[in-house]
């Protein structure tokens, strides 16, 4: 099983980035998907969900607005569009996978498989 994330990067304030988190070793599509992040002294945070089939998705509050999930199952990818970026939201990212493929879920201990994130450092 591995999820691999990708493109985090250096952004200014306001900027934009998509990350990328593409699966193998299981079947993607019968699973939901979260993005996580955590930030140098504090604890994992969820920011993202998105049920197996793409049908509902969840944000954190912090993020509502500015950041969008998707999936593509066909390509075993969930994305991360993160746009009006903010010195805040600097930290790790983190792509998961959760058998309990619908409804929401925000307890990182949920989740069964990680990516080895990827980091998001924005400017101000």
């Known amino acids: 099983v591995q999820l691999q994330a990708s493109g985090g990067g250096l952004v200014q304030a306001g900027g934009s980035l998509r990350l990328s988190c593409t699966a193998s070793g299981f079947t993607f599509s019968s699973y939901a998907e979260g993005w996580f992040r955590q930030a140098p002294g504090k604890e994992r945070e969820f920011v993202a969900r998105?049920?197996?089939?793409?049908?509902?998705?969840y944000y954190a509050d912090s993020v509502k607005g500015r950041f969008t999930i998707s999936r593509d199952n066909p390509k075993n990818t969930v994305y991360l569009q993160m746009n009006s970026l903010k010195p805040e939201d600097t930290a790790v990212y983190y792509c998961?996978?959760?058998?309990?493929?619908?409804?929401?879920?925000?307890?990182?201990?949920?989740?069964?498989?990680w990516g080895r994130g990827t980091q998001v450092t924005v400017s101000s």
């Open positions: 998105i049920t197996w089939s793409g049908a509902s998705t």
């Open positions: 998961a996978a959760d058998r309990n493929r619908r409804g929401a879920e925000y307890d990182p201990n949920e989740y069964d498989y």
